[in-house]
Nanobody, 116 residues
Framework: QVQLVESGGGLVQPGGSLRLSCTAS????????MGWYRQAPGNQRELVAD???????NYNSRVKGRFTISRDGSKNTVYLQMYLLKPEDTAVYYC??????????WGQGTQVTVSS
């Protein structure tokens, strides 16, 4: 059973930056598409970014150019570096592991709040 544990959320001012981390255990990290999703109150969960096992990155148009996803196979960890944060980026951010279109596991979520 794959477990995903996120860290790195918090409160940041508009224009600031944060880096989220998600470490996987109990599975074959290198074979998964790893992604970050977010859900704001009253909204549906949406894809923020994902990265294939070969390192191909995909971004939501609303974060492209501000966020960067990366993965480190030696640490079984995926990162989301977020720059130029906006109040509309406020949400709970979830880590996801997927094989093809099948979800393997979700993390518990980490809160990101962008506010002055």
């Amino acid at each position: 059973q794959v477990q995903l544990v996120e860290s790195g959320g918090g409160l940041v001012q508009p224009g600031g930056s944060l880096r989220l981390s998600c470490t996987a255990s109990g599975g074959e990290f290198r074979s998964y598409i790893m992604g970050w999703y977010r859900q704001a109150p009253g909204n549906q969960r949406e894809l923020v970014a994902d990265i294939t096992r070969l390192g191909v990155e995909n971004y939501n148009s609303r974060v492209k150019g501000r966020f960067t996803i990366s993965r480190d196979g030696s640490k079984n960890t995926v990162y989301l570096q977020m720059y130029l944060l906006k109040p509309e980026d406020t949400a709970v951010y979830y880590c996801n592991a997927k094989v093809g279109t099948q979800d393997i596991s979700w993390g518990q979520g980490t809160q990101v709040t962008v506010s002055s």
